[in-house]
C-alpha cells in the first residue's frame, strides 16, 4: 500500500483558490488516488478520485502529474464551510483486487477565515 | 436508501463491560469497514470484511472482535472495554458490487464511546 504524506493544517481566506499536496512517492501502477472531506462530528465523504492528469467536478479539481508521484486537491474560491479536515488515500481500485484494506493518514487540517 | 447505519450513536461503559457495535449498508456492497478516530486524531482501521463471512485485522485490531453476519451487516465488539477505547467509531462500505468497484467509502453518522 502507498504511504502518503500531506500538509498537517494548512489556513486561508474566503474566496482564496486552495491547494492541498499529498505525496505518494511509492505508488503502484494500478493506484488510484482519492479524496475524502471530514467536516467535525462527521463521517468522511468522497470528493474526487483521478488516475492521472486532471479530473473536475462541481466541488475540486485534481491535479496528478506524469510521475503520478503527488497530487493537488483544488479548491476553488473557498467559504467558511470548507472548513473540514481533507485526507489524500492511494489504492487499488480494481475489481480484481483482494487488497481491499483501506488506511487514512492524519489528514490536512483546513481552515478558513472570513 | 438509508446508506450506512450506526447504532447505537451514544454509548457509555464501564470499564470491562462489553457491547456490540452495529453497522448495515443497504447499498449492496460487498466490502465493509470499521474506522476509530480519537480526538484530533486521523482515522485508523479496526477490522475490515471484504465479503461475507470473511474478515480481517487493520491497523489497530487489539481487544475488538467483528462479525459478518450477512452482506448487510457487519458488527464490532468491546469484550472487555478500556479507556483508551474511548473514540468515535465509524463504520463504512465500500462502493464495490459484483459488477464494478469504484473504490468509494460510504461513512456512517458514526458511534461516540466513553468508557469510564
Known amino acids: 500500500l502507498a504511504k502518503t504524506t500531506q500538509p498537517i493544517s494548512m489556513d486561508s481566506y474566503e474566496g482564496q483558490e486552495v491547494n492541498i499536496t499529498c505525496s505518494h512517492n511509492n505508488i503502484a501502477t494500478n493506484d488510484y488516488i482519492t479524496w475524502y472531506q471530514q467536516f467535525p462530528s462527521q463521517g468522511p465523504r468522497f470528493i474526487i478520485q483521478?488516475?492521472?492528469t486532471k479530473v473536475t467536478n462541481e466541488v475540486a479539481s485534481l491535479f496528478i502529474p506524469a510521475d503520478r508521484k503527488s497530487s493537488t486537491l483544488s479548491l476553488p474560491r473557498v467559504s467558511l464551510s470548507d472548513t473540514a479536515v481533507y485526507y489524500c488515500?492511494?489504492?487499488?481500485?480494481?475489481?480484481?483486487?483482494?487488497?481491499?484494506?483501506?488506511?487514512f493518514g492524519s489528514g490536512t487540517r483546513l481552515s478558513i477565515r472570513p | 436508501n438509508a446508506g450506512v447505519t450506526q447504532t447505537p450513536k451514544f454509548q457509555v461503559l464501564k470499564t470491562g463491560q462489553s457491547m456490540t457495535l452495529q453497522c448495515a449498508q443497504d447499498m449492496n456492497h460487498n466490502s465493509m469497514y470499521w474506522y476509530r478516530q480519537d480526538p484530533g486524531m486521523g482515522l485508523r482501521l479496526i477490522y475490515y470484511?471484504?465479503?461475507?463471512?470473511?474478515?480481517d485485522k487493520g491497523e489497530v485490531p487489539n481487544g475488538y472482535n467483528v462479525s459478518r453476519l450477512n452482506k448487510r451487516e457487519f458488527s464490532l465488539r468491546l469484550e472487555s472495554a478500556a479507556p483508551s477505547q474511548t473514540s468515535v467509531y465509524f463504520c463504512a462500505s465500500r462502493a464495490d458490487t459484483d459488477r464494478v468497484d469504484t473504490g468509494e467509502l460510504f461513512f456512517g453518522e458514526g458511534s461516540r464511546l466513553t468508557v469510564l
Open positions: 470484511s471484504a465479503s461475507e463471512g470473511t474478515t
Open positions: 483521478g488516475y492521472k
Open positions: 488515500l492511494v489504492g487499488d481500485q480494481s475489481w480484481y483486487s483482494s487488497a481491499s484494506k483501506i488506511i
